[in-house]
């Protein structure tokens, strides 16, 4: 407090405040990891290299963490409780052939990043959402020009109906417009082929166009057909294209009593408990046969080609015996099946087609035609059995191999003539026979097995899916 005269005599007391700023220590602890130089090599701000944000990240990146780990680097393998690993089975360590089924609740997981998000406000709307409509002749607001219109219109003329709105994309209404409206836009676009544009490359321009049918009199005693896929190349490396695997043949190896009855047993398991017992795969074994040389599986296509006048022709065939003449093809390796889709009938044209150009010369008329395909196969060579084989203690079957296959081509009998008839006459299902009719062929010495039968291996060694027979 402090004191000051205005005049003499005159004392009044005036009081002041001082603010004194008081400061507490707020030191940080230090940090727990002790401070590392790093080796930064100097190039100045005005480079811009220290104010980016790229910067600190590329530091931290390119440190590498101080972090001790083991031997096993954290994860490790006991592999004394896995089965047959010391003996060279290696089944209980590697990943099924076939993937576990995901569960529903498990999808939304494996969704893609690019789904992720907003909702695409381009996609169309759906019908239980579909805007409101009004319907009403009403103007709401008048236009300038209204009263000249009204002195030229008829006012008994009746205004046109509004149009009924787009039916539902699932309904059977909207499908089948679609369908009429491609046929018609289908036979004008053959009519006018300038019509007809590339949806990305304008500057091309149709030269011709052919129908897409099905080649119904090409049906095998199965129904459909099946595709094997290798998984590596069978023949060594070359420049050019072996026109050997044009002609080559795969002739399915019967399974084992041990191989079906541990198949029985897997698809019993199966159809007793779905969810914690896997379908087994289908998985067949095949011998892999091709011809010496190119010429003479050129021959063997020739005698396959419904179009060639001369394919029944003896001087096609390579070899001669006794017996009669034959083509040759030699053993190459076996293979076994790593990947297989089945289908039904109904569902044999839906995933995949076999297509065939006729330029109208031969036995059809002048278009493309498509096949069905009823299986899918992906083959590998064998590994599964050769690994059982070195496993002691397991029962060592005799397994005749076949090193040679002398093929002669005829014509099918008339039971795989009458079910190509069948399935030409209904593509979609296969009519089983009586039982009297079954009765009656096996008392004349003919068994019958239905198309699945063969297609699964049923067939004797020396049939083919054709009703050819090989000479072994």
């Known amino acids: 407090m402090a004191s000051s005269s205005r005049g003499a005599g005159e004392h009044r ?9 008081i400061r507490y220590s707020n030191a940080l602890p230090p940090p727990p990891n002790p401070p590392k130089l790093l080796d930064i090599p100097s190039t100045g701000l005005s480079s811009g290299q220290y ?26 393998l006991d592999l004394v409780g896995m089965p047959g690993v010391f003996d060279g089975d290696e089944s209980s360590i590697q990943a099924p052939l076939q993937a576990q089924p995901i569960h529903p609740h498990d999808r939304h997981l494996l969704r893609p990043l690019a789904t992720l998000g907003k909702p695409n406000v381009s996609e169309p709307s759906v019908s239980f959402l579909r805007r409101t ?71 091309l321009k149709l030269v011709e166009a052919y129908p897409l049918i099905p080649d119904r009199d090409a049906f095998p005693d199965s129904g459909a057909y099946v595709t094997i896929k290798f998984s590596n190349n069978p023949v060594p490396a070359s420049t050019t294209y072996d026109t050997r695997l044009l002609s080559s043949i795969l002739r399915p190896i019967e399974k084992s009593e041990a191989e079906e009855a541990a198949y029985q047993a897997a698809a019993e398991a199966h159809e007793q408990d779905p969810e914690n017992n896997p379908k087994p795969p289908t998985s067949m074994n095949y011998d892999f046969f091709l011809s010496d040389s190119s010429i003479g599986a050129d021959k063997f296509r020739k005698m ?24 040759q093809f030699s053993r190459l ?21 076999i297509l065939s150009y ?115």
């Open 13 to 21: 007391p005036v009081q002041q405040d001082f603010i004194a700023r």
């Open 51 to 76: 104010t980016t944000p790229g910067f600190a990240s590329r530091l931290a990146r390119e440190q590498p963490l101080n972090i001790e780990a083991d031997a096993e680097l954290g994860m490790p």
């Open 133 to 203: 409509e009004y319907i009403s002749s009403i103007v709401s607001k008048a236009r300038p020009d209204a009263s000249l219109r009204g002195l030229n219109s008829n006012p008994l003329q009746r205004q046109a109906k509004r149009a009924s709105p787009e039916p539902d994309k699932d309904s059977p209404a909207y499908v089948k417009r679609k369908i009429d409206q491609s046929f018609v836009a289908a036979a004008a676009n053959l009519k006018d082929k300038s019509r007809i544009r590339h949806p990305t490359k304008r500057n």
């Open 304 to 327: 396959f080609d419904v179009d060639n006048p001369d394919r029944y022709e003896e001087s096609l065939y390579t070899h001669t015996s006794d017996s009669g003449p034959y083509f």
């Open 333 to 353: 390796r076996a293979y076994e099946t790593s990947k297989e889709t089945d289908l039904d009938h109904e569902r044999k044209y839906d995933e995949e087609v």
């Open 358 to 472: 006729e330029d109208g010369s031969g036995r059809g008329q002048k278009a493309v035609y498509y096949y069905p395909v009823m299986q899918r196969s992906t083959i590998k060579p064998q590994r599964t059995k050769n690994i059982h084989r070195t496993i002691p203690g397991v029962a060592q079957e005799d397994e005749q191999i076949i090193e040679r296959l002398d093929v002669t081509v005829t014509d099918p009998d008339e039971e795989t003539k009458a079910d190509m008839e069948r399935f030409k006459e209904n593509p979609y299902s296969y009519e089983e026979e009586d039982a009297e009719d079954a009765a009656d062929r096996h008392q004349n010495g003919r068994q019958h097995s239905s198309p699945e039968h063969r297609r699964n291996g049923g067939a004797s060694d020396d049939e083919d899916a054709d009703g050819d027979e090989d000479e072994i």
